[in-house]
């Protein structure tokens, strides 16, 4: 059962948290998921890694935002999935941003999108910049980060590890409702936090 977004609660007052639009993934695949970051772990490469439960498709990033602009963001995001129309997506493969000897970014794949999943993520750039708040200006690629790169030491280990993994499929993902999330705030044990969900009513 979904939580109910007037249930969560915001951020405190003057807080500024780093804020996004994303999909969620099912328990399957966040397990499976989470299998292969394991997998990449015994690389001993070092690695900031996320935990089963933040793996997340982002949409869109919307950058600090405190408890007043808040109110902005989910209106945002209701309106955006309003118009959207559910879709169903596969997760497949490991990937890398940055250079093999240096990989910045591990991320899964997305070799496949459906043009449902470009056109949510256009809806929700486009709203954000009629609503005056800064996004990324380069082509949307989807993919969900497993962990970003802590140094250099060890970039071979970790290509070789992910390149082994790059065809391996990690299940499918029927997206029919948008969230709008954060970073948590301290002493959380998640590295983000669910603010809204917003069902996708596009037909």
């Not at 399957?28 to 998921?33: M, P």
């Not at 997506?89 to 794949?109: E, K, L, N, S, T």
């Not at 470009?118 to 990324?136: I, N, S, T, Y």
């Amino acid at each position: 059962m979904s939580e109910d977004p007037s249930t969560v609660e915001p951020p405190a007052a003057g807080i500024a948290r780093r804020t996004f639009a994303a999909i969620s993934l099912p328990p399957a695949v966040r397990a499976a998921l989470a299998r292969a970051r394991d997998e990449l772990r015994r690389t001993g490469v070092r690695v900031r890694w996320l935990g089963e439960g933040d793996f997340h498709l982002t949409l869109c990033f919307f950058g600090d935002a405190d408890a007043a602009r808040l109110d902005v963001l989910r209106g945002l995001l209701e309106s955006a999935a309003a118009a959207s129309r559910a879709f169903r997506f596969d997760v497949v493969g490991i990937g890398f941003f940055g250079p093999p000897r240096a990989p910045r970014v591990v991320w899964a794949g997305v070799p496949d999108p459906p043009p449902e999943l470009a056109a949510l993520a256009d809806q929700l750039r486009a709203r954000a910049r009629a609503a005056g708040l800064p996004v990324e200006e380069r082509p949307y690629r989807p993919h969900i980060t497993l962990g970003r790169a802590r140094d250099r030491a060890g970039g071979l280990a970790l290509t070789s590890a992910v390149r082994s993994l790059i065809s391996t499929p990690f299940g499918n993902v029927i997206a029919d409702r948008a969230l709008l999330m954060s970073a948590a705030e301290p002493p959380a044990a998640a590295r983000y936090r669910k603010l809204r969900e917003a069902p996708l009513k596009g037909m």
